[in-house]
């Protein structure tokens, strides 16, 4: 009973969350929606998995979501595979696209692959997944929109590697996660994302201060005694 009464307070919050949220995001103009996305976009495409993978899964942005397209223009110069979600029914399979002409709106009006693009279904370590998400916290847990579609296909694809796009105002202090999914992403990328990043790196140096001041404060009562 204990658990289920705490499983129902974690979807609650969660639904919360995801509420505020997107509200705040539906708020940005469109030249702010661009500006951000440009900023993430070169981050991402500027980090070592990216850089070294050879395909690359990519979400199709819609409604305010942090554009993909440089990404798509980026992986394509260097040579790297493509693919986009195409939903069947309950279940989200990636296909391979190569331009605008092999996409469809889809399910919500979101684009997506024809069904004449080929699915990919093996992936291994060189293989990087720009995932959308509603919330993310410091420690790369991930809110998505409820479907589950990711959680769904990527359960049997440990090596694959994970990066969330998301503008800063999506993160929050702290997302409900499942101990499995506990920071399930590898890198967390926003249009502030060093802030992140310093944010963490303050709270680690803080720890290594206490530790360093109360070793010291050891010594002294040692020495006093």
């Not at 509420?19 to 996305?37: C, G, N, P, W």
């Not at 202090?173 to 802030?195: C, F, H, I, M, S």
Request: aromatic share 8%; charged share 30%; net charge positive.
């Amino acid at each position: 009973m204990e658990q289920s009464q705490t499983s129902e307070k974690s979807m609650e919050t969660k639904k919360q969350i995801r509420t505020e949220i997107l509200k705040r995001r539906s708020a940005l103009s469109k030249d702010e929606v661009a500006d951000k996305s440009r900023a993430i976009c070169r981050k991402i495409v500027s980090c070592e998995q990216f850089v070294q993978a050879e395909s690359i899964l990519l979400y199709l942005d819609f409604n305010h979501e942090v554009e993909t397209g440089l990404i798509w223009e980026k992986a394509q110069k260097m040579g790297k595979h493509v693919a986009a979600p195409r939903l069947i029914g309950s279940q989200m399979v990636f296909a391979r696209i190569q331009s605008e002409k092999d996409l469809i709106p889809g399910k919500w009006g979101i684009s997506e692959p024809k069904k004449n693009c080929p699915v990919i279904r093996e992936h291994d370590s060189r293989t990087v997944v720009i995932m959308p998400g509603v919330a993310f916290d410091c420690s790369r847990n991930r809110i998505g929109y409820g479907g589950g579609y990711y959680d769904r296909y990527f359960a049997g694809y440990d090596s694959v590697y994970k990066i969330a796009a998301a503008y800063d105002l999506q993160i929050v202090e702290q997302v409900p996660a499942e101990p499995y999914k506990q920071g399930e992403l590898g890198e967390l990328y926003t249009n502030l994302y060093k802030l992140v990043q310093a944010l963490k790196e303050s709270n680690r140096k803080e720890q290594e201060e206490k530790i360093f001041l109360r070793d010291i404060m050891s010594d002294i009562s040692h020495q006093l005694k």
